[in-house]
């Protein structure tokens, strides 16, 4: 009932900048918590960002000062300004937005997943 469109991701060299973005749509009453998890090759997905509806971050020690996480409440958008990307940066990216449906059932959706490779 909620649907996910990711987009932003591809191939950058070491020091080069990507955006994500993320709209969710359907039959929402309200957003909570959004966010950005990276998982990497033979790794375990791990959160990069999220962002509360008040607009408080929590970032992943590796990306702070890199990566900036913002929302956009009316449109129902997360961003990620991914800067100073790094060859392990390279990873999958999928954004995660909970909050409550029309029916009053709260809800736990994830994108589909975004490719980031920094690679020169």
């Known amino acids: 009932q909620v649907q996910l469109v990711e987009s932003g991701g591809g191939l950058v060299q070491p020091g080069g900048s990507l955006r994500l973005s993320c709209a969710a749509s359907?039959?929402?009453?309200?957003?909570?918590?959004m966010g950005w998890y990276r998982q990497a090759p033979g790794k375990e997905r791990a959160l990069a960002a999220d962002?509360?509806?008040?607009?408080?971050?929590n970032y992943a020690d590796s990306v702070k000062g890199r990566f900036t996480i913002s929302r956009d409440n009316a449109k129902n958008t997360v961003y990620l300004q991914m800067n100073s990307l790094k060859p392990e940066d390279t990873a999958g990216y999928s954004c995660y937005v909970g909050g409550m449906l029309n029916d009053r059932r709260t809800f736990h959706s994830w994108g589909q997943g975004t490719q980031v490779t920094v690679s020169s």
């Open positions: 359907g039959n929402i009453l309200r957003i909570d918590a």
């Open positions: 962002i509360t509806s008040g607009g408080r971050t």
